[in-house]
């Protein structure tokens, strides 16, 4: 009987603690919020999902190389000479675009949000947003395509790509044919060494030997032979 009657004056002693604190909380201002009606200012260096503006891209592969986690996938080919790429050919800070972009892929679902991709851009146009709320079923749905390039245009640049190298391939050819069929005359002349004879050793004078000086001995021989 006194276990009992002690359990209920423990369980009645527990809830008056638990309710106390209930209490002295009523006056107190609320922290909650009611999200997603509400929504609290995000921290000015948070770091979301990013955006690459394809306008300012140069297709440099720079964000790509910086990745920890190889999340971007960028493939480029020229432009030939004379071809504008994309709507202007250069980007809003006045670099030349000579690259076409025609992937540019960013898998968020192995993304870390480091924003090392993000410094190392020349152009500035990969950057975090402050979209944060992208949930998807399927991983698949986690992956960006931000190109502006559609396959008929990547398949038509790359075809004029294309003929363009085979024109040039096919001048090279002919300016090294042209070459080789140059007169034979004239390579003979650039083989030919000339030996010059240095002017100052040409104009020398000749001087005539000077005979010996005979000795004592060889003159008495003359004498007596005579
Ligand atoms: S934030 Fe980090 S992990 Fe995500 S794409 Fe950029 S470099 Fe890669
Ligand atoms: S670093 Fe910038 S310019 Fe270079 S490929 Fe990445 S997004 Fe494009």
Redesign the pocket.
Known sequence: MKAYLKNIYQTLSSIMTGMKITFSHIPEKSVTIQYPEQRLQLPERERNR?YVNMEDCIGCDQCAK????S??DIETFKAVPGDIVGRTGVTSNGKKKALFVPKFT?DFAK???????VFPCPTECIYMTDVFEYSVFKRDGLLYEFTDMTPEMTLEKKSKLAEYQAEQERKKAEAAAAKASEPKEETQKADVIKVEVPKSEALKPEVPKEETPKSDEQKEENKTES
């Open positions: 990013l910086a990745c920890p986690v999340c971007i960013i993304c870390c949000f480091c924003q090392l991709c």
